[in-house]
């Protein structure tokens, strides 16, 4: 019998005053297996990760992880795990060295342990030739893979991936995807990992938890999952919606080749038998009621439906949150007008790598940079004499509360919700077949 590596039963968060951010959650991840948590923004998927892995407590419910409890051992189940949350926890006035060094030594490992273990996982990350670089040198891709390097030191059993790859570019994302794969496959690692890509979901994991308000809506292959979606998807995009779109979708849900339908906004996503043969036919009863349809598209269904289903709204409109770009934390809150910007960050969007990084590659500084470790230590001191000259509220990161209510997150969740007519919500929005496994 397979064992499981993270069990959670009724795992209940509430953040004051009654934000139930996870309500009576179950999961279960078995020993070797790679799951991915899916939901939209604030569905409660980093709040799961923060209570399994030790970091954040939880009102009820029982989280075992690798065969300890985490409200009785935690310690125990900080030896057995790895984390890599959204926020990097790295130096980058450290080289990538030193960081894993100082990780090493967090976890108190022999200093010769601690070397070999470098020289192995800068190897297996392909970072051999920059490991004594500063790591303000990385690009994107690198500081992520010196991340889940530094989480991996200790040779734990689970690894907790939070977004590893949000911001980084599509090349960037499929080298880390290769890591992580070989990570499982290669030393059984059991991974957890919450991601805003269903093609992640799709090529790496085994299972797939869809997440909604802070409970899992189903959990299953990405195969089943998508196989339980009958027929092919059909997406009639309205201009508006009115009393001759209302009528379309009235006369086309009595048309025997219709297999289920859920409305988004403007969008009425179809699920087809036969999809190709029967299209011309849902036309006719579009013209028949002069709906006016601006787009039509046909596909056979993907993850994006199956999160449609369970959540209400496809996962492409789940605003992703950005990752903060490295000068950020010294740039002043929002980042956009400071120095560090202005002198490095050419480019606001990390998915464009290659100009941050041109950018700071042409900065004085970086022009002088040297692999030795005293030349690093130099540019320390001069990073670190640059900093405190900074006014000390710049140098404050804006807190999580904040940011949460800056972004407004859970507002516009509710908006959402309420925004669906009451035909909308009608039996049709749901699978005709009921299949829900
Ligand atoms: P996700 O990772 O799915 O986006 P989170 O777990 O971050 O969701 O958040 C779930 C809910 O908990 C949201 O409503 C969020 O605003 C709230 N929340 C998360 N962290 C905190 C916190 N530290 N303090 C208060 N509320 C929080």
């Known amino acids: 019998m397979t064992n499981l590596a993270i069990q959670i039963k009724g795992l209940t968060k509430i953040y004051p005053p009654d934000n139930r951010a996870v309500d009576t959650l179950d999961l279960e991840i078995k020993e070797g297996e790679i799951m991915a948590l899916l939901g939209p923004n604030g569905a409660g998927k980093s709040t799961t990760i923060r209570a399994a892995s030790t970091l954040c407590g939880f009102d009820e419910g029982n989280v075992v992880v690798a065969g300890f409890d985490v409200d009785t051992h935690s310690l125990e189940v900080r030896q057995a795990i790895g984390v890599v949350a959204q926020q990097t926890g790295i130096d980058y006035f450290l080289t990538g060295r030193e960081n894993m060094m100082l990780q090493g030594h967090l976890y108190r490992m022999k200093k010769s342990d601690i070397n070999n273990r470098i020289t192995e996982l800068a190897s297996y990350f392909e970072l051999d030739g920059s490991i004594d670089n ?14 889940i390097a530094c989480a991996l030191i200790h040779r734990p059993k689970v690894l907790f991936l939070d977004e590893p790859t949000l911001g980084l570019d599509i090349k960037n994302r499929k080298i880390l995807w290769k890591h992580i794969d070989k990570l499982n496959k290669e030393f059984g690692l059991t991974i957890l990992l919450t991601t805003h890509y269903l093609e992640e979901a799709d090529n790496l994991s085994h299972q797939v938890a869809i997440i909604n308000n802070g409970k899992v809506q189903v959990v299953d292959t990405p195969d089943a999952l998508k196989n339980s979606i009958h027929g092919d998807s059909i997406t009639v995009t309205f201009d508006d919606v009115g009393k001759n779109e209302q009528a379309f979708f009235h006369f086309a849900q009595q048309q025997s080749y219709i297999k289920g339908a859920t409305w988004e906004d403007n969008k ?4 087809v038998e036969d999809g190709g043969a029967n299209v011309a ?13 601006t787009n039509l598209s046909l596909s056979r269904p993907t993850l994006d439906d199956v999160f449609l289903k369970y959540t209400g709204s496809s996962i492409s409109d789940t ?16 980042g956009n007008t400071g120095k560090w910007k202005s002198q490095w960050g050419a480019n606001d969007s990390d998915a464009e790598e ?29 990073a670190q004499s640059q900093q405190s000259a900074w006014p000390s509220e710049q140098q404050q990161w804006p807190d999580k509360e904040e940011s949460h209510n800056a972004s407004g997150e859970q507002g516009s969740q509710q908006w959402d919700q309420s925004q669906q007519g009451d035909w909308k919500n009608n039996e049709w929005n749901k699978n005709k077949d009921g299949g829900e496994k």
């Open 134 to 147: 500063l790591v303000s040198t990385y690009s994107g891709g690198m500081r992520r893979k010196l991340d």
């Open 319 to 334: 605003k992703e949150e950005e990752g903060d770009e490295w000068w950020k934390q010294w740039a002043g809150k929002g």
């Open 268 to 271: 009425l996503h179809l699920y």
């Open 354 to 382: 290659d100009g941050e990084d041109q950018a700071w590659k042409n900065s004085d500084w970086a022009k002088n940079s040297d692999h030795s470790e005293n030349l690093g230590a130099q540019k320390r001191e001069e």
């Open 281 to 293: 036919a849902l036309m006719a009863v579009a013209a028949d009621n002069k709906a006016q349809i």
